[in-house]
């Protein structure tokens, strides 16, 4: 048990040491909603590697984390900010943003059609399908 512990313990410290650099990198905004004044996690994007990487973490707020952790509670027009992070330069924003358009797209045309537009590297779609 405590070993479990510990290797949790482990991870979430050699998160949180991220936490400076991610701040920088979003501004301090929520780097899939643009919200900002609000408190920030840290969110690793799955599939989530055994070691922790900056490159797979961006920083959400509590209202995005709620939904990307439980996808029945999901808002669609919460989400209607992706608009904007579609577009980021952070190839892990951009996956995390296609991949809730993708999901909203089954029942919203909206969604469907921002996904229609975007410009992807083929890296960030291939890391889209990796799930």
């Known amino acids: 048990m405590a070993k479990g512990l510990d290797k949790h313990q482990h991870r979430k410290d050699a998160l949180n040491a991220f936490g400076k650099n991610l701040a920088r990198r979003a501004r301090s905004h929520c780097e899939t909603c643009d919200a900002s004044g609000v408190k920030l996690n840290i969110f690793e994007v799955s599939p989530v590697p055994t070691t922790p990487d900056y490159?797979?973490?961006i920083l959400i707020c509590d209202t995005c984390s709620e939904q990307l952790n439980n996808p029945k509670r999901i808002d669609a027009d919460h989400?209607?900010?992706l608009n904007k992070?579609?577009?980021?330069?952070?190839?892990?924003v951009q996956v995390t943003a296609?991949?809730?358009?993708?999901l909203l797209a089954e029942k919203h045309e909206w969604a469907a059609d921002l996904d229609e537009m975007a410009y992807l590297e083929p890296g960030v779609e291939e890391r889209i399908n990796q799930q």
């Open 98 to 102: 296609i991949r809730m358009l993708r």
């Open 85 to 92: 992070s579609m577009w980021s330069e952070v190839a892990i």
């Open 79 to 81: 989400w209607r900010c």
């Open 55 to 57: 490159d797979d973490c």
